[in-house]
């Protein structure tokens, strides 16, 4: 592609390159060693009032991933699941994982035993490290599975005695989180740790080309499929977000909240991957569904920097409190994962005084694809520009490439894009092509200055009477109604029309009537874009991170009659 045909590098903020060089570091592991030799005495995570320096995560995931290859006697390219919420176990077990020449497969410590069996057995895993809490669902589906090693662990199993014994008592007893459990031959993660002392961790050569992740992913859109991401992928990246990012970040003074889960790729790059090469600080969030104890742990950390989706901002808004909250620090705040709205990003920055910057992002790219540029002073709709050594398109049905301000699928050229999905070739040839073109599979817009606008995704487009209808601007709309808590978008099946508008309304305001949002709609869309059925609920299915499942509310519409 002609620099001519990339107008966002006219309209990129001041010092940022054209393009990175993903062979900077030869791996992932490569780089944390590095973060954590330049930061050794500056706090690198903390959770539940415990913290650890950037030397105790060079020391404890060296030994954790000794205990890994001598003990277990996993082999180069070996996958090991990790089940775990954010708690510091996590940052650890990455770190050894990938130290030791292994693959980490994120896994969702919310998974039905049925989804825990397939990623199981799809990734062929031979360990698991699980937080207690979850044990019973590794149980159940763990003997039909290749998984030979199961590590569990307690929630407070590093905060030191006495508190981590208190902890684990409370969690166990007092609050009954754990469910009870039974496998043979568990390890403890302690005791992992303990082993690992005895002997000591080879060089293992970790090539660019090796898996570092396999991310599963279209668990909402049918059954999930592990995006094969290289540690050339992975430090890709970190590099194109750390250039567009650390302009504005103090070396040595970041100080981040990390509510979205570490599992989640969005955390994974941009908090701990981003944030480690400034010796950034990781308040890890346990549960941050719990809004007034979020809001509680967060009030005086003085923190800088803050990543999550539309919900989680729209949940912290909302709760009593949030208002307090010392901001005067806060000089970066990142949306993604799903479109922010703007009636949110506008209260955001007037709570706060700090801009909610859209960024856009894929677990099949590691994530990052677009990012706002930080220095904009307002919510802008746009998901921003395509960062460096990234290259996007606009295509149609044909793979013909469109103009700018013309809709279609966005797709995107870069190193982060992934290897493939591993194990489904077929799948992998219907998104990637020959030429390194992957297919989104949602749909876009860019401007003449580069700037690039979701409309929708492809399958979440609702088709009235021919016209596409995307539901992100029916949600954008109906949100800026002060009673509205949150709101999704449907299709459903019309005789007329082939197909109608469904909005499921979360209210905020309980006296909030169907005729008002009716009469707000009316003054604000067109009138094949007007939702014909109004529904309103206790609550929206939502994924593990917060993302609006419409998929699920659309099966459940199927199984119930049109109201």
């Known amino acids: 592609m002609a620099i001519e045909e990339r107008p966002w590098l006219a309209n990129y903020p001041k010092g940022i390159p054209a393009q990175i060089d993903p062979g900077q570091y030869r791996s992932v592991a490569a780089l944390l060693e590095e973060c954590c030799d330049r930061f050794r005495h500056r706090p690198a995570f903390t959770n539940m009032g415990r913290s650890i320096t950037y030397g105790d995560l060079d020391r404890l995931s060296a030994t954790f991933a000794a205990f890994l290859v001598n003990d277990l006697k996993l082999a180069k390219g070996d996958r090991v699941a990790l089940m775990l919420p954010n708690v510091l176990q996590y940052p650890i077990a990455i770190m050894a994982v990938l130290r030791a020449g292994l693959t980490v497969v994120n896994t969702n410590p919310m998974y039905t035993p049925r989804e825990l069996k397939h990623q199981l057995d799809d990734s062929g895993a031979s360990a698991i490290v699980v937080l207690d809490n979850f044990a019973h669902t590794v149980a159940e589906v763990i003997g039909g599975t290749s998984c030979k090693h199961v590590i569990c662990t307690g929630i407070g199993d590093l905060l030191g005695f006495p508190k981590s014994a208190i902890t684990n008592f409370v969690v166990r007893h007092v609050k009954k989180m754990v469910p009870p459990y039974s496998i043979a031959n568990t390890i403890r993660f302690n005791e992992a740790l303990g082993r690992g002392t005895r002997s000591k961790l080879g060089k293992i050569d970790v090539s660019p080309d090796d898996l570092a992740f396999l991310q599963y992913t279209g668990g909402t859109t049918g059954v999930a499929k592990g995006a094969m991401l290289t540690h050339r992928n992975m430090v890709a990246n970190m590099l194109q977000a750390y250039a567009w990012i650390g302009p504005t970040m103090r070396e040595g003074e970041e100080v981040v909240i990390t509510a979205l889960p570490l599992y989640h790729i969005f955390a994974l790059t941009a908090n701990f991957l981003v944030f480690a090469r400034v010796g950034g600080f990781n308040h890890l969030i346990t549960n941050p ?58 209260r955001w920055k007037s709570m706060t005084g700090c801009t909610l910057a859209e960024a856009y992002g894929l677990t099949e790219t590691c994530p990052a694809v677009c990012i706002n540029p930080l220095d904009i002073p307002e919510y802008n709709g746009s998901i921003g520009l395509p960062i460096p050594s990234t290259d996007i398109s606009i295509r149609d049905d044909d793979g013909n490439v469109l103009k700018n301000g013309e809709t279609g699928e966005l797709c995107v050229r870069g190193p982060q894009v992934m290897k493939g999905y591993w194990n489904r070739p077929d799948e992998t040839a219907k998104v990637l092509s020959s030429d390194g073109w992957l297919r989104t599979g949602d749909i876009a817009r860019i401007d003449e200055k580069g700037f690039v606008y979701i409309v929708d995704r492809k399958k979440d487009m609702i088709l009235v009477s021919g016209f596409n209808v995307y539901p992100n601007e029916i949600e954008d709309v109906v949100a800026q109604l002060p009673g509205i808590l949150e709101v999704a978008a449907v299709g459903v099946p019309d005789e007329k029309s082939g197909e109608a508008v469904k909005i499921v309304v979360v209210r905020k305001d309980p006296n909030l009537t169907e005729e008002a949002i009716r009469a707000h709609c009316k003054a604000n869309l067109t009138g094949y874009k007007l939702p014909k059925y109004i529904e309103f609920r206790d609550s929206l299915p939502k994924t593990n991170v917060g993302k609006i499942l419409r998929r699920e509310l659309r099966e459940s519409m199927a199984a119930a009659p049109t109201h």
């Open 289 to 346: 569904r719990d809004m007034p104890g979020f809001v509680r742990e967060i009030r005086s950390t003085g923190f800088t920097a803050l990543t999550g989706v539309n919900t989680l901002f729209a949940g912290l808004l909302n709760t009593p409190g949030f208002d307090q909250v010392d901001f005067s620090k806060l000089h970066l705040t990142l949306g993604g994962g799903m479109a922010v709205q703007r009636a949110v990003a506008d």
